[in-house]
């Protein structure tokens, strides 16, 4: 006989990977499918609870796309339209492997998807990169985007020159924050505090270290494109080898090759710089109390160190990384959980209704759509296990018993309700100050909004 019971599933984190699950199990009809194709209706309903440690959803479509990047952001609608669908429910401000364990979530629920992200960071390894002045970029992007882990971080921008390290797409968001007129930034949803501090800011010139030649940078074309809308800036390449190189490059080579032969030749001045550096590493950062200078050589000889860029900001951008939860497999050296097909793995066995998407499945890359088929192939394994029976069902608890656990568990949870109420609030005082929002950046201020 049929199994009229709902299947439960949890899913931890509400990112784009943890929303693209979330639609894809309640997607109409829900069941199996094969490359895309329906091949089993599921026979009873779905109900998804999507929990996030922060009372707010969207992961880094809220905390690190840019705020100049108003498109990106507005892929949130498509994930405000699944948390419309029958069956759905966010529970935030419930830190999984603090108030909840993995074991406990295995036996609330018929299944956990792992959608948690890769919200580490990776060290440069260097002498001094504790000193006070250097910062990950990823503490400066979740600074400007209001996230409430980083929004009370003291930046200091005083220093005329800022250095990134690390030449990604992340480093040329940072690099555009750092260098774009306040009144533009004014018309994006950047934090207020970070507003204020960047209205005040001294930085003039970015330089943007690369290991590697501009061939091989890091950073996509169309990202390094955005870097010639800057007004008033001049792009320059300080390597005569690289330099040659990129002026050298015909129609044939690669678009980032082409890109900045043209930002040379077209943004050739201004009273604001960005220095392209290549085959170039870090060495160490010097200064007594807080940053002064770093210490840089070429990456082929990193004993030739000469030469010290003078400069009370260095951010390092060197890519995120994956943490582990306590009771999951994790796999140290990639910084992932490790899987096959979406299923969690333990060695060479299945974890019995575990799976994992996004970052912490796959590493920190890939743009907002990878998530998206990572999700499909995440959810077709669950449905194919739930389907054949595969998935652990004794013990699961209703819906409602599983949100009293929740509340016994934190101070209090936010519901997509609080959610919508904190957006609202944030967009108009938006629209009293003609900006798109104003953001509420501490976990008190979000917090105060709960009903
Ligand atoms: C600075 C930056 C800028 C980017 N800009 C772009 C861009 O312009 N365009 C583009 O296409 N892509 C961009 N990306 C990539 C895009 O953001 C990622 O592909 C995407 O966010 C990954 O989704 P995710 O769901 O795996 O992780 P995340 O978005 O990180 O979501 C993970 C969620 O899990 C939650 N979480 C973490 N730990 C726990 C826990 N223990 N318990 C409960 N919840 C937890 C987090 O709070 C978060 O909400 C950018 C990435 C970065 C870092």
Redesign the pocket.
């Known amino acids: 006989m049929a199994e009229q019971r709902p299947l439960r599933v949890a899913i931890?984190?509400?990112?784009?990977?943890?929303m693209y699950a979330a639609g894809h199990l309640l997607e109409n009809p829900a069941g199996t499918f094969m490359q895309g194709r329906l091949i089993k209706r599921v026979n009873r309903p779905i109900e998804v609870d999507v929990?996030?440690?922060?009372p707010t959803p969207w992961?880094?479509?809220r905390g690190?796309?840019?705020p100049d990047?108003p498109d990106?952001k507005k892929m949130s609608r498509v994930y405000d339209a699944i948390a419309h669908r029958p069956g759905f429910r966010f529970i935030g401000n419930?830190?999984?492997?603090e108030s909840v364990t993995t074991q406990e979530l295995s036996h609330w629920y018929d299944a956990v998807i792992y959608?948690?992200?890769a919200?580490g960071e990776r060290r440069l390894g260097i002498p001094g990169e504790d000193l006070p002045g250097c910062s990950s970029a990823r503490r400066f992007?979740g600074w400007y985007n209001g996230h409430p882990d980083f929004s009370h971080l003291p930046f200091d921008l005083r220093s005329q020159r800022a250095v990134i390290i690390g030449n990604g797409?992340?480093s040329m968001?940072v690099a555009r924050i750092l260098l774009k007129p306040v009144d533009e930034l004014r018309r994006t949803d950047i934090a207020a505090h970070a507003l204020e501090a960047l209205a005040r800011s001294q930085v003039r010139e970015v330089v943007i270290l690369g290991r590697r030649g501009p061939e091989d940078a890091a950073y996509n074309f169309p990202e390094l494109e955005e870097l010639g809308d800057l007004p008033d800036t001049a792009i320059v390449v300080e390597d005569e080898n690289a330099a040659r190189a990129v002026l050298a490059c015909g129609p044939g080579s690669a678009e980032k090759m082409q890109v900045l032969k043209h930002l040379l030749a077209t943004r050739r001045s201004g009273s604001r710089r960005i220095v392209l550096r290549f085959h170039t590493s870090p060495v160490a950062l010097i200064g007594d109390n807080r940053v002064e200078g770093i210490r840089i050589a070429p990456t082929s000889n990193p004993d030739a160190g000469n030469e010290v860029l003078t400069t009370g900001m260095v951010l390092a951008a060197v890519g995120?990384r994956g943490r582990s939860?306590p009771g999951l497999p994790f796999d140290e050296a990639r910084g992932v959980v490790p899987s096959q097909c979406g299923r969690v793995m333990d060695g060479p066995n299945p974890v019995s209704g575990a799976y994992v998407t996004?970052?912490?499945r796959r590493g920190p890359q890939?743009?907002?759509?990878?998530?998206k088929k990572c999700a499909r192939d995440c959810v077709e394994a669950l449905m194919a296990d739930a389907e054949s029976a595969a998935l652990p069902r004794q013990g699961t608890l209703d819906a409602k018993t599983t949100l009293t656990k929740f509340a016994e568990r934190t101070t209090s949870t936010t519901s997509f309700a609080d959610w919508q109420r904190i957006d609202m609030t944030e967009r108009a005082e938006g629209l009293r100050l003609s900006r798109p929002r104003v953001k509420l950046t501490t976990f008190n201020e979000l917090m105060a909004m709960v009903s």
């Open positions: 931890v984190g509400s990112g784009p990977s943890g929990l996030d440690r922060l992961g880094l479509i690190g796309v840019a990047h990106k419930v830190n999984v492997g959608a948690f992200g919200d992007v797409n992340v968001d995120y939860l996004g970052w912490i890939g743009i907002i759509g990878s998530n």
